[in-house]
């Protein structure tokens, strides 16, 4: 029940990134899926989730500036990141919602 994040990198502050997250096919359709991110010295926090449906919710820390989407063909669910900031930088994780599973994250650093 554990999700592989990938997609993080190095970018330069104002630039986009997209990173995505695979899991398990058989209970992936049928899940709220959540991407969260620890930066250094803080606590992990929620970024983003989505529904089985489609219905997204953001938190304040990146709202306006992110797009959780999902595509259940591919098991996939994507964080695309606009404008990052310095203060962005952390690894992100996502992570079905009802378990309480982490799985490998992803660094994204934001130079500036």
């Known amino acids: 029940v554990q999700l592989q994040a990938s997609g993080g990198g190095l970018v330069q502050a104002g630039e986009s990134l997209r990173i995505s997250c695979a899991g398990p096919?058989?209970?992936?359709?049928?899940?709220?899926l959540g991407w969260y991110r620890q930066a250094p010295r803080k606590q992990r926090e929620l970024v983003a989730t989505?529904?089985?449906?489609?219905?997204?919710n953001y938190a304040d820390s990146m709202k306006g500036r992110v797009t959780i989407s999902r595509d259940n063909a591919k098991n996939t669910v994507y964080l695309q990141m606009n404008s990052l900031k310095p203060e962005d930088t952390a690894v992100y994780y996502c992570?079905?919602?009802?378990?309480?599973?982490w799985g490998q994250g992803t660094q994204v650093t934001v130079s500036s």
């Open positions: 096919g058989r209970i992936f359709s049928i899940s709220s």
């Open positions: 992570k079905y919602m009802q378990y309480p599973y």
């Open positions: 989505i529904s089985p449906g489609g219905t997204t």
